[in-house]
């Protein structure tokens, strides 16, 4: 499976990103899809998740009511609204399949990563 991840840039504080992912490979309409995000001198995070069936969204607690994952199966692709961003959304973001539970540990395809700057 391969994960192209897009939609990454520079954006100011209060200001919105999407970002999207397209798979292939796979049996996207089948994995659990994710979003996790790694900022400079941290660890990687759980940011989103979401099910097959695009039904059952779950989000970190830094990003609840900020943020909003999807996915379109026919477009192979999953999405990241991200609003009313702040200065410590600042990360690159990884996109993420197959996933067992929503831990690092846990995913089996990674996707390359795509930058996210919000600067004030």
């Known amino acids: 499976v391969q994960l192209q991840a897009s939609g990454g840039g520079l954006v100011q504080v209060g200001g919105s990103l999407r970002l999207s992912c397209a798979a292939s490979g796979g049996a996207f309409s089948s994995y659990v899809m994710g979003w996790f995000r790694q900022a400079p001198g941290k660890d990687r995070e759980f940011v989103a998740g979401?099910?097959?069936?695009?039904?059952?969204?779950y989000y970190g607690d830094s990003v609840k009511g900020r943020f909003t994952i999807s996915r379109d199966n026919a477009r192979n692709t999953v999405y990241l609204q991200m609003n009313s961003l702040k200065l410590e959304d600042t990360a690159v973001y990884y996109c993420a399949a197959d996933l067992l539970d929503f831990t690092v540990a846990h995913v089996k395809y990674w996707g390359q990563g795509t930058k996210v700057t919000v600067s004030s």
């Open positions: 979401i099910s097959w069936s695009g039904g059952t969204p």
